[in-house]
């Protein structure tokens, strides 16, 4: 197939790095590369404030890509990744910019599906600690040292803040790239059921995969999101070069 890129959104208390060494994953980096995006407050901009809200998060990744749009690219987001791909890709498609070849949502149910009313970016620094490690995944270690924990708490607070004042609009029109959703088979977040809420969301296709592993599958499974991520886009160009204008 053709190069495509996939631009990569973190989890909350993520960044451009969870995405690094996906990109020596890759079976053929000739076909494609991952660009990992990343996000105010940590890694290389980590001398810029917090998001406030959904709106500047997607503002500033919409300002990091518009201007790569115009070769092959699909987009891919992780538990909060994925609300902010979701709005990211409604911004294009209101700018008139090219839309994605696919969309991957990977962690979380769609904006279609009420989440629980929690707060928990509201309180103290032990009850949020204990729900934080609910959800497993790497942060356990860096909850647990004090150091990495002063450095770390506040990212995952300004992240739980912003998707737990997400207001989505849901009367916007429906995207018409293919979507992929992807799940953990221990993820006690994200049921299959919650994965399908995400063909409510485009006109397309949208396929759902369930991998070994709990809401950080990603990780666990990395090479076997990798292929599927892989299979999916290269389905994309045979479909585009056998019915040319799709």
């Not at 406030?52 to 749009?69: G, H, K, R």
């Not at 221990?186 to 396929?207: A, F």
């Not at 292929?227 to 019915?243: N, Q, T």
């Amino acid at each position: 197939m053709n190069h495509i890129k996939v631009f990569c959104i973190p989890y909350a208390g993520g960044s451009a790095v969870t995405y690094e060494r996906w990109k020596k994953r890759i079976p053929d980096k000739n076909d494609m590369d991952f660009i990992p995006l990343e996000l105010a407050g940590r890694g290389r901009k980590s001398n810029l404030p917090f998001y406030e809200n959904m709106e500047e998060a997607v503002e500033d990744l919409y300002q990091s890509i518009s201007s790569e749009l115009y070769e092959p690219y699909a987009i891919f987001g992780h538990s909060m990744g994925s609300l902010i791909a979701f709005e990211l890709c409604h911004k294009l498609q209101e700018k008139g910019l090219p839309g994605p070849e696919h969309i991957f949502f990977s962690g979380r149910r769609s904006p279609f599906i009420p989440s629980p009313n929690h707060n928990f970016h509201m309180l103290s620094d032990e009850e949020f600690v204990q729900e934080v490690l609910n959800y497993g995944g790497t942060t356990r270690q860096a909850l647990e040292h004090t150091e990495l924990r002063e450095l770390f708490l506040p990212i995952l607070r300004a992240d739980f803040k912003l998707v737990e004042t997400y207001q989505p609009r849901l009367d916007r029109p429906k995207f018409s790239a293919n979507i992929s959703a992807f799940g953990g088979k221990r993820d006690v977040q994200v049921t299959l059921e919650d994965l399908q809420s995400w063909g409510e969301t485009t006109t397309g296709q949208c396929r759902t995969s369930i991998f070994p592993g709990n809401h950080f599958f990603i990780n666990e499974s990395l090479d076997d999101v990798i292929m599927k991520i892989y299979i999916a886009l290269y389905l994309e160009r045979i479909f585009r070069v056998a019915i040319p204008g799709k």
